[in-house]
């Protein structure tokens, strides 16, 4: 019944075991990872593909992308995590599509068979088909794009420093961020950070008030959603940093130098960063008839793809639609985690013909974070602001990175940022072109 060997088109590769099931993940994000770690010295045999060789912190994005943090301290090498699971094995690969009836996969190193598949694909941003958009604007879901963002920001500073006229410096100094939720909530708080305390330091010749962030929100409230308090309180301290904070608007257009905002607003910006939305990273070959709203992949209670007796999706690709989520679960790491974990179970109580286990989830609770001192934490029933909120949303941070070296930098470029006030390096290791090409891999980074 098992696929004895993993097929390639250029080579026949053995499997740890011959004998035992192949289960084959693709993607080592949060999800990915916790189906390997829960199928760690049991009788099969895993394959983890992903494009990449890290897994990605994305929580921590943002301060790549504002220069407070490098990219290896938010990246973890997926060979290294895995150093002492025997069991498992590792390929760098983009998986373009699935056959269902030949229980294989196709990817960029060949044809790959497997016993149990796992999509763990994640999502990506979502333009809602608006072109123009997509093209001038700054995505920002994955290492290399936050890396560009960086560069784009510091270069359109410089690029303001060479101008002679206020009007000449606006496009360069207006910032917009579009979509309210944690991503464009904490990236504008640490762009007014920016703005409040470094902009003096680094650039002498730019006055403070020439740097100007809006966040924008076709939705009527920031953090939509957390409760009324924590978002009400972010509102509060993005206003007093000076962040323009406009809910309620839809953004109608972006053509590389003009936002328009309905209602006639119109905002002269290079630096539009859009994290409105997300859609799930579906595969070729799932058939189009389960997959619901925001692109994810209908699931049943143990995460297996509906009509499927061997493939699951679990994370922010997966749609397990039940009374109690009539529209998925929310795309937060903690879903993909406990999603990862129950399905690692099940596919071994699937082998060894035990009963599965329906998927619960227990919601840990939303911490978001404006900047320096101010946080807001919705932990169950418990609300709270502020400082006491930013310490805990640092030590949730710090803990769930993956690698002790990536913990202690990043606790010692914190330290140093909170005393200091300038931290991170800003760098431009690389000139950042803008180009209308898939945003993702449109430079890889280079340091
Ligand atoms: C900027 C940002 C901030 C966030 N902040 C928070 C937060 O504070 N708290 C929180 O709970 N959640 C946060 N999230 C959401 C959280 O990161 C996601 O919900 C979580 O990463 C989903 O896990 P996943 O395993 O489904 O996918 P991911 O972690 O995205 O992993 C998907 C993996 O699949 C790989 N992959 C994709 N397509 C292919 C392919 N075709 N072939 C091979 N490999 C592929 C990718 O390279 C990636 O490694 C944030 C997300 C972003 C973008």
Redesign the pocket.
């Known amino acids: 019944m098992f696929n004895p060997i993993w097929i390639n088109k250029y080579q026949i590769m053995e499997k740890t075991n011959a004998s035992l099931p192949q289960v084959v993940i693709?993607?080592?994000?949060?999800?990915?990872?916790e189906v390997a770690k829960a199928l760690a010295d049991q009788p099969v045999d895993v394959l983890m593909?992903?494009?990449?060789n890290y897994?990605?912190f994305?929580?921590l994005?943002?301060q790549v992308a504002t220069g407070s943090l490098e990219a290896g301290s938010i990246a973890f090498s997926l060979r290294k995590n895995f150093d002492n699971q025997k069991n498992f094995r590792f390929r760098i690969?983009?998986?373009?599509g699935i056959n269902p009836e030949t229980n294989t996969i196709d990817?960029s190193i060949g044809e790959i068979a497997y016993d149990y598949l796992v999509i763990?694909?994640?999502?990506t941003t979502n333009f809602f088909g608006n072109k123009d958009i997509e093209h001038h604007s700054m995505p920002?879901?994955?290492i290399p794009e936050a890396l560009n963002l960086r560069y784009m920001i510091l270069q359109n500073l410089e690029e303001a420093v060479l101008k002679n006229t206020k009007e000449e410096r606006e496009p360069y100094l207006n910032f917009v961020l579009v979509g309210a939720g944690?991503?464009g909530v904490?990236l504008a708080g640490a762009l007014a950070e920016l703005r409040n305390h470094i902009l003096s330091k680094d650039y002498p010749e730019l006055k403070k008030e020439e740097m100007k962030v809006y966040l924008v929100d076709f939705l009527p409230r920031v953090l939509g959603a957390m409760s009324d308090q924590a978002s009400s309180a972010a509102k509060d301290f993005l206003t007093k940093m000076g962040v323009e904070v406009l809910v309620g608007v839809k953004v109608e257009n972006y053509d590389g130098d003009t936002i328009t905002i309905e209602g006639g607003k119109s905002i002269r910006t290079k630096n539009v960063i859009w994290?409105a939305g997300?859609m799930g990273?579906v595969?070729e070959g799932v058939e189009k008839d389960i997959i619901e709203r925001g692109n994810r992949i209908r699931v049943d209670n143990i995460c297996r793809v509906s009509g499927y007796k061997n493939i699951f999706a679990?994370?922010?690709?997966a749609a397990m639609i039940t009374k109690d989520t009539p529209k998925g679960h929310p795309?937060?790491?903690?879903?993909?985690i406990q999603m990862?974990k129950s399905t690692g179970k099940n596919i071994l109580r699937l082998i060894k013909g035990a009963p599965t286990e329906p998927f619960k989830y227990f919601d840990k609770g939303?911490?978001?974070t404006i900047g320096r001192n101010k946080a807001v934490a919705d932990l169950g029933k418990v609300k709270f602001q502020g400082f006491f909120a930013w310490v805990i949303w640092m030590f949730v941070?710090l803990i769930s990175l993956l690698g002790f070296r990536n913990k202690v930098v990043v606790f010692i470029n914190w330290i140093g940022s909170y005393i200091s006030n300038n931290g991170g390096s800003r760098l431009i290791i690389r000139k950042f072109v803008k180009e209308p090409v898939p945003h993702e891999e449109a430079l890889p980074h280079s340091d």
């Not at 693709?26 to 990872?33: A, E, N």
Request: proline fraction near 6%.
């Open positions: 693709i993607g080592g994000g949060f999800g990915g990872l593909l992903d494009k990449h897994h990605t994305q929580p994005l943002y690969a983009e998986v373009s990817t763990a694909t994640g999502s920002m879901k994955s944690p991503t904490e994290s997300v990273v595969p679990i994370g922010d690709v795309g937060v790491a903690q879903v993909a990862g939303s911490l978001a941070h």
